[in-house]
């Protein structure tokens, strides 16, 4: 079936620092790839996305870029911020039919001043 | 103007009691979701309604049965709670089955 693998968490950085948060898929097919952001007692953003290969999705600094030979979507940041801290999914949807998205375990970033 | 809404925040239960949980989005949209978080934070897909059909059914038990009055709400009732359904339950909601989802704030649930 189709998965996705993220990095174990937790990851910490200080601020400023240049973060990547490493996530890769399985897929029959060629998926979308998102990423989303939940903050502590909050539910999840989409971050980013992207929908074909590479593609580049960005937002408030993060960015990501499908890569289909290596079935990667990493996540990075040049200069994370202590409001960066939250946890990370990676995330993937097939582009036919009704189905659902399938997330990654997460990852735990915290961001010290 | 919540987008995505759900009640209650917190629930604590005993074991084998009935509870339902709600869930409402303003944004106009046709297609609803519900999903459980683990307290590893591992976020799983477990029922989608689009204009109120049934799309996607996980391997859930049948203690669990989404309700949708309409497209705006998707209600969660879950019968004879178990210590296993203690999580935190997201709704969703996206425009069509493929476009940007949308979360709540979540539901915890505490199953004593």
């Known amino acids: 079936g189709n998965s996705v693998t993220q990095m174990e968490g937790p990851v910490t950085l200080s601020e400023e620092a240049f973060l990547t948060i490493n996530c890769t898929y399985t897929a029959t097919g060629y998926p979308s790839l998102f990423w989303y952001v939940q903050y502590p007692g909050e539910g999840l953003q989409l971050l980013l996305k992207?929908?074909?290969?590479?593609d580049k999705g960005s937002n408030k600094g993060f960015e990501a870029t499908y890569r289909k030979e290596t079935t990667s979507f990493h996540l990075e940041k040049g200069s994370v911020q202590v409001s960066d801290s939250a946890v990370y999914f990676c995330a993937l949807r097939m582009n036919s039919g009704n189905t659902p998205l399938v997330f990654g375990k997460g990852t735990r970033l915290s961001v010290i001043a | 103007d919540t987008a995505v809404s759900q009640t209650p925040k917190y629930l604590v239960t005993q074991m084998g009691n009935d509870k339902s949980i709600k869930c409402e989005q303003n944004?106009?949209?046709?297609?609803m979701y519900w999903y459980k978080q683990d307290s590893k934070k591992f976020l799983k897909i477990m029922f989608s309604y689009n204009n109120k059909e049934l799309i996607i059914n996980e391997t859930v038990p049948n203690r669990f049965s989404p309700k949708s009055p309409d497209k705006a709400h998707l209600n969660l009732h879950i019968n004879s709670l178990e210590l296993g359904d203690s999580a935190v339950y997201f709704c969703a909601s996206s425009q069509a089955t493929r476009d940007e989802q949308f979360f709540g704030p979540g539901t915890r649930l505490t199953v004593l």
């Open positions: 992207a929908t074909k290969a590479d």
């Open positions: 944004l106009g949209h046709d297609t």
